[in-house]
């Protein structure tokens, strides 16, 4: 089951080599660690390109999307487990 939510969070995120991982986000003043980043996409908004990130931990899998126009982070779906 996953639900839309569409929220800008923080997120924390190192750069290893060449690719991002993010470590974690803070969504509604709760933390969520993240084991695993499963995927990144890059898709556009208008002619500004966009990065969706697949993450997950041991209670779910969470996709957000990082901006580049304005740097901006947002948690747009949650799936539960």
Excluded: C
Aim: aromatic share 16%.
């Amino acid at each position: 089951m996953y639900e839309k939510i569409h929220q800008k969070v923080d997120v924390q995120v190192i750069f290893l080599k060449d690719r991002p991982v993010v470590r974690s986000f803070i969504w509604k003043n709760s933390h969520y660690p993240i084991s695993s980043v499963n995927l990144i996409t890059r898709a556009s908004k208008g002619q500004m390109p966009v990065f969706l990130f697949s993450v997950s931990n041991e209670k779910g899998a969470y996709e957000l999307r990082f901006d580049t126009d304005n740097l901006a982070w947002w948690l747009e779906q949650i799936y539960y487990k």
